[in-house]
């Protein structure tokens, strides 16, 4: 029953799902230098310059998907909200 029971695979969600400073994330100890990651896109690539890495899916939609309504504006094209 305990093999059925273990996680296979990745699950999807909005944060990133790698450790900060493993080979998943992609930046080195000296890189991180005393600063702390909260797993979300904008720190990772604001913050740490690491967006390639970003082990999440900031794109999917969320628990509002169903009420939200178009930007206002812009570009109508399907593309990100970001």
């Not at 273990?6 to 005393?34: E, K």
């Not at 690539?45 to 206002?72: E, K, S």
Request: with cysteine; hydrophobic share 35%.
């Amino acid at each position: 029953m305990a093999a059925l029971e273990r996680v296979v695979g990745r699950t999807y969600g909005r944060s990133c799902d790698a450790v900060l400073g493993d080979g998943r994330c992609g930046l080195s100890a000296a890189a991180i230098g005393g600063r702390s990651c909260d797993k979300r896109w904008a720190t990772c690539a604001g913050v740490f310059g690491n967006g390639v890495n970003f082990q999440g899916f900031p794109d999917i939609p969320g628990d509002d998907f169903l009420t939200a309504r178009p930007a206002g504006g812009g570009r109508h094209d399907g593309g990100s909200r970001r």
